[in-house]
């Protein structure tokens, strides 16, 4: 599966991995992977450690993602980008709305 989902032991970081190409066409595996377990959680991560690439529709549901847990209290990370799934985080200024390591 390109996404995947986990939570912690203690169920406080829902852990979100996403494997290769990021694009439209995992929507609504996506969209799944956090709007049930993430209601409950204190930190959201996504791991891109295995992300080839990453393409507008992707920071679309990012800016969704972010907009749809806004009300709660989940610090969202985005960690183990390569250089030009960053690069491109760079340039559409994504390192100001997100947390990313």
Partial sequence: MPVESSLSADQ?????SIKGKFD?????????AY???ALSVKNLVIDMRD????????????????????DRDIEIKIINCNQDVLNVFRITH????FLIE
């Avoid at 995992?26 to 799944?32: A, G, K, P, Q, T």
């Fill in 24 to 32: 439209f066409k995992l929507l609504n595996e996506f969209r799944h």
């Fill in 51 to 70: 992300t080839s690439t990453i393409d507008s529709s992707a920071l679309g549901m990012l800016l969704n993602m972010r907009r749809y847990l806004e």
């Fill in 35 to 37: 709007s049930g377990d």
């Fill in 12 to 16: 406080s970081t829902l852990l979100i």
């Fill in 94 to 97: 994504f390192n100001r709305k």
